[in-house]
């Protein structure tokens, strides 16, 4: 499990070496709920793929090693010319797990997935978004953005009541 400290501890160690992240999943919810809603196994984050080596090579050092790498994972090449991961999972001795995506941003600071080759992406809106965990702002999804991430497929019960929440405080489906 990885509590609101770890992860409010991981994003400012992030931070304070210039590296960007967007908190999403269900941290992320809960971050837009502005309260820890459940207990979370991992902390999911978007960031830029010219920070993946960076982030891999910061965390090494507090003891997070590649876990795995996730079916859609792509392969690409960052602005220094070394090929990186885009899709994967990071674990500490503890079993805390960091769930990576990268992205790039447009020129119009629109996200392209890197993992992705269907030519999705997130539009600069999207982004947009502002949470709360432990009393510090995160930047994350917008409550929009995070429901629509969540459709599509069969949620476990446990996303289902994160977005039931989420609904609930944001009036997004209009029910």
């Not at 991981?10 to 999403?24: A, C, D, E, K, S």
């Not at 079993?95 to 941003?105: G, I």
């Not at 709360?132 to 994350?140: Q, S």
């Not at 629509?148 to 989420?166: I, M, N, S, V």
């Amino acid at each position: 499990m990885i509590s609101a400290e770890d992860v409010i501890s991981l994003y400012q160690h992030l931070l304070v070496h210039n590296i960007r992240v967007w908190v999403i999943g269900g941290w992320g919810i809960d971050a837009l709920l502005g309260e820890q809603t459940r207990p979370h196994k991992d902390l999911d984050i978007l960031m830029l793929v010219d920070d993946v080596e960076r982030l891999c090579e910061l965390l090494s050092h507090e003891g997070y090693k590649l876990g795995y790498l996730w079916e859609e994972n792509l392969w690409t090449v960052d602005a220094r010319g070394v090929e990186t991961a885009t899709a994967f999972v990071l674990q500490d001795a503890e079993e805390r797990e960091l769930d990576v995506h990268a992205l790039r941003l447009d020129a119009d600071g629109n996200g392209i997935p890197a993992w992705d080759d269907e030519g999705r992406t997130f539009k600069r809106q999207d982004l947009s978004g502002q949470g709360i965990i432990a009393g510090v702002t995160v930047p994350c999804f917008t409550p929009e953005t995070q429901m629509a991430r969540h459709t599509g497929y069969e949620l476990p019960d446990k996303q289902r009541r994160d977005l039931e929440r989420l609904d609930e405080k944001f009036s997004l489906t209009g029910e």
